[in-house]
């Protein structure tokens, strides 16, 4: 089934969304040119994985300059430092295993 888009589905109503002939599947910005065109790609997993870990690393660079926090906000933040982290290493390591479409 192809992916939906304005062209093909009446129901979408993107004022200045058009999809160019011959380029099935792709979405442009009107008069934007090439900068703004995006290709068939899953939903961008690579760039919240790289997120994850930077937000990982921001709460452990705030831990350490607040270090007065009470116990139960230290607990919230260590939490979320893990799963920050373990998100961000489970994607990248999808990614390098298995290439970028999967």
Request: charged share 15%.
């Amino acid at each position: 089934m192809p992916a939906p888009s304005p062209a093909r589905d009446p129901g979408w109503e993107f004022a200045g969304y058009a999809e160019p002939a011959g380029l099935d599947g792709v979405i442009a910005v009107r008069g934007a040119g090439q900068a703004l065109r995006f290709g068939r790609v899953r939903f961008p997993f690579t760039f919240m994985g790289l997120m994850a870990l930077g937000i990982g690393i921001w709460v452990v660079a705030y831990l350490a300059g607040h270090r007065g926090l009470d116990s139960g906000s230290q607990a919230v933040a260590a939490a979320t430092v893990l799963i920050s982290w373990g998100f961000g290493a489970y994607v990248l390591v999808r990614r390098l295993r298995r290439g970028p479409q999967h």
